[in-house]
């Protein structure tokens, strides 16, 4: 079966620790992109994908990093820089940059501070 | 901001009745999109209607969108404790830096009875 699939589900992270939260699809799919959601709001865009070796900032990138070098894979780092790093964490991948297309998403890794 | 606001933010109905939720938008869109988010899982796409359109079905789906009023509505006919969740609209855009992005509301959370 097709999908996107986030691990680990629940991450614990140490102050001053840098953590990696894993996304890779097998849709086949051009673009990627990652949200954070906090209880009662929506998703918020963190960084997002069109293409391979190609990414651009959402409205709150501030404390993450992303790599895109697959076209099946877009790891997100939530680094030390990020104060308040506990939500739920979405990926999502879309066939191209249109926004046409629905987006599919995985279910999530949730991240809560140690 | 470019986001939607859904209303109510939370519905509780008993099995078999209707549920309307709405979702209301500030800028020009070029697609409004509806997804569906169960307790702790990623988000469904259910239903995409493009601003050249007034009306969508889907099974037990209906989505209405007024471009003059700037808003739309996801209907649910004869509900079932199974579609218990959060429903999100979503817009887009499709100009310049917003191409490909989709701006999220805060979602209704919905309870059906049984």
């Known amino acids: 079966d097709g999908g996107i699939t986030q691990s680990p589900k629940y991450l614990f992270r140490k102050e001053g620790q840098n953590v990696t939260l894993s996304c890779e699809q097998n849709l086949n799919h051009d673009a990627m992109y990652w949200y954070r959601q906090d209880p009662g709001q929506g998703l918020r865009l963190i960084y997002y994908?069109?293409?391979?070796?190609?990414?651009q900032k959402g409205d709150i990138a501030e404390g993450y990093s992303v790599s895109r070098e697959k076209k099946e894979s877009f790891p997100l780092t939530v680094t030390s820089a990020q104060k308040n790093p506990t939500a739920f964490y979405l990926c999502?991948?879309?066939?191209?940059?249109?926004?046409?297309?629905?987006?599919?998403f995985g279910d999530g890794t949730r991240l809560s501070i140690l | 901001s470019q986001q939607g606001e859904e209303d109510p933010q939370a519905l509780s109905i008993q099995e078999g009745e209707n549920a309307t939720m709405n979702c209301s938008y500030k800028?020009?869109?070029?697609?409004l999109q509806w997804y569906r988010q169960n307790s702790g899982r990623g988000l469904v796409h259910l239903i995409l209607?493009?601003?050249?359109?007034r009306e969508k079905h889907s099974g037990r789906l209906r989505v209405t969108l007024d471009t003059s009023k700037k808003s739309s509505s996801l209907l649910i006919t004869a509900s079932r404790a199974a579609d218990t969740a959060s429903y999100f609209c979503?817009?887009?855009?499709?100009?310049?830096?917003?191409?490909?992005?989709?701006?999220f509301g805060r979602g209704t959370q919905l309870t059906v009875w049984p």
């Open positions: 979503a817009t887009a855009y499709d100009r310049g830096s917003t191409l490909g992005r989709l701006y």
């Open positions: 999502a991948s879309s066939p191209g940059t249109g926004s046409h297309q629905p987006q599919h």
């Open positions: 209607i493009r601003s050249n359109e």
């Open positions: 800028t020009s869109i070029n697609n």
């Open positions: 994908s069109q293409i391979v070796n190609d990414f």
